[in-house]
């Protein structure tokens, strides 16, 4: 399980994160969902800071009635969680998401499905309600998606985070879009440089606690393609309040046993090949022992061939800033980056 706690009284646990490489089938998805302006404020340098006025307004696909699904609808949480996405996306130059109404509703579904039953995977059972597929692709496909394959490409994929709130209340939304991005595979969701169609479901039992948020993406047969060089990093160059360490989860990408230092990452529409990543104290030069995570050795099978992380295997220091280096291949070319952040003190 994932445990974060960020706010007094508020803590969240990341039920499922499945992000699946391939799927089957050809055709389209459905009709984009109109979107509400990108908060004015600008993100903080190294987590997301809340937008001044949240916006809202955003329609809400409307849920079929099913006998004994009672899980209410977090309209304004879906709302400003996709606002925040696209904030952290358009600030580390990648193309906002674009809010799909299949997708909108397949996500919403399934929020809902996890919300009635208390139930904290991917998987749904027919005799369950609110059941809509057994599978990711099942659900989907009913809500008129249908993925077409691309080889060693993540043409799918789904985060499900599941929180704990006062009840009747609700999840402030960049406590979520931090929770991803100090994860490696919830970052990898939210900076993939190829997808642009994304829905998003919210769903808890009123009167209740438990809180479900449901992200769902897809690289639909008419997403334009995105230009071979384009590529997002993180942490930003001058991050500073940065975790030493990233969150944890029963999904490692390191092996059990090692707690995993906050990781430095690359998110390419192209294949990367990493020649040398390295992550250095600032102060001394002193080389921060790590591990190079590519779709080759990646225990999860999650990262694609345009990815890569460094991951260091123990926490950083507080208050220390460190200093990345890359140098790798992106679409045939040299690729040279290097920059710094800072851990919280």
């Known amino acids: 399980m994932f445990l974060i706690r960020r706010q007094p009284g508020v803590s969240f646990c990341a039920l499922l994160m499945t992000l699946l490489l391939t799927a089957c089938g050809g055709g389209s998805g459905g009709a984009a969902v109109g979107t509400a302006p990108p908060p004015t404020e600008p993100a903080a340098s190294g987590v997301v800071a809340p937008p001044s006025t949240p916006s809202s307004g955003v329609p809400e696909p409307t849920p079929d009635p099913t006998t004994g699904c009672t899980g209410d609808d977090a309209s304004s949480v879906r709302t400003n969680v996709f606002l925040l996405l696209n904030l952290v996306r358009t600030t580390v130059g990648l193309s906002p998401f674009v809010r799909d109404t299949a997708l909108d509703t397949a996500a919403q579904a399934h929020a809902r499905y996890s919300a009635t039953n208390n139930h904290a995977g991917q998987d749904e059972q027919p005799d369950r309600p609110c059941f809509t597929g057994a599978t990711l692709a099942e659900r989907l496909a009913g809500a008129g998606v249908t993925v077409p394959d691309q080889a060693n490409v993540r043409v799918r994929s789904e985060v ?127 080389a921060v022992d790590a591990t190079l995570i590519t779709a080759a050795n990646d225990r ?36 040279h980056l290097a920059w710094s952040f800072t851990t919280a003190p």
């Open 160 to 286: 499900m985070l599941g929180y704990d709130v006062p009840a009747n209340a609700e999840l402030p939304p960049w406590d979520a879009v931090n929770y991803m991005l100090h994860s490696l595979y919830g970052r990898v969701f939210l900076l993939d440089a190829r997808m642009r169609d994304l829905g998003v479901g919210g769903s808890g039992l009123p009167g209740s606690a438990k809180r479900t948020l449901v992200l769902d993406a897809a690289l639909l047969a008419d997403t334009p393609p995105t230009p071979a060089a384009t590529y997002a990093f993180w942490p930003r160059d001058g991050a500073t309040s940065l975790p030493a360490q990233m969150q944890r989860s029963d999904m490692k990408p390191l092996e059990a046993g090692v707690v995993e230092g906050y990781p430095a990452s690359i998110h390419a529409a192209a294949p990367v090949q990493v020649s040398r990543f390295v992550m250095t104290r600032a102060t001394d030069g002193g």
């Open 300 to 335: 999860n099978g999650v990262l694609d061939s345009g990815e890569a992380a460094l991951v260091p295997n123990a926490p950083l220091a507080a208050g220390t800033t460190y200093r990345v280096e890359l140098d790798a291949t992106l679409a045939d070319q040299p690729l």
